[in-house]
């Protein structure tokens, strides 16, 4: 067995949970309420300031240029299409971009930040696999729905499926298994902690978003 799919076999209960969730059962099937939507893509926005700061510092983490390549064009989508994405929709939506991070966005950015200033490549790799990973499997089974869909529930999905996105899976996930061996015990348990404890922020994240964020609105100018 893989070392990730190890690793995701010890969070099998919250990974179950995030991957197969009601809410991107609903974003899917075009039922989600835009409300939960304009709340969602507001907090997750935040998400991705700390990502970016993560990726970046993977990449310069990374043992030679060879095993850089793919996070760096992946850096380049995330900050590119995505970004994009996520404008085009708070504007399509009406949606103020700007929001006060939740206590789950808090979560997840504080791991991301203590993974990208614990110096640590397998660390950074746990949580950036996980983030992706995730996304990538409840994503998948929904491949052939975007074109149904609003371009604000459609795009979320395809910008995590598709040869593209599988391969930027493929490549986190290969990083954290053949780093894992070099690795003193003390080190494969912090790995493994980490990559748990982004299951679980996964699964609150999505559990937070189903219950509701607060939509964040624009202040008023006068
Ligand atoms: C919370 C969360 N986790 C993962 C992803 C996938 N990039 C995301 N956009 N937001």
Redesign the pocket.
């Known amino acids: 067995m893989r070392v990730t799919e190890f690793l995701r076999e010890q969070a099998r209960d919250d990974w179950n949970v995030a991957t197969k969730h009601p809410f991107t059962d609903a974003l899917a099937d075009g039922s989600l309420d835009p409300d939960l939507m304009r709340g969602y893509l507001q907090q ?1 926005y935040l ?2 300031d700390q ?1 970016v700061r993560l990726l970046a510092t993977t990449i310069a983490h990374a043992p030679t240029l060879a095993d850089s390549v793919p996070a760096a064009q992946f850096l380049a989508v995330i900050t590119g299409p995505e970004n994009t994405y996520f404008l085009r929709s708070f504007e399509a939506l009406e949606t103020e971009p700007h929001a006060e991070p939740t206590p789950e966005t808090v979560a ?1 950015q504080n791991l991301m930040e203590e993974a990208r200033l614990s110096g640590r490549y397998e660390i950074m790799l746990s949580v950036l696999v996980v ?2 990973w ?2 990538l499997e409840w994503a998948t089974p929904f491949a052939d729905r975007a074109d149904d869909l609003p371009f604000w529930l459609g795009e979320w999905i395809t910008l ?1 499926c598709g040869e593209g996105f599988e391969g930027v899976v493929e490549y986190l996930r290969s990083q954290l298994d053949k780093t894992w061996d070099g690795l003193e015990p003390h080190r494969q348990a912090m790995v493994e902690e980490y990559f748990a404890e982004a299951v679980k922020r ?1 699964r609150a ?1 999505f559990d937070a978003a189903w219950a509701g964020f607060p939509i964040a609105k624009a202040a008023s100018s006068s």
């Open positions: 997750d998400f991705v990502f997840f983030a992706e995730v996304y995590h996964e994240f």
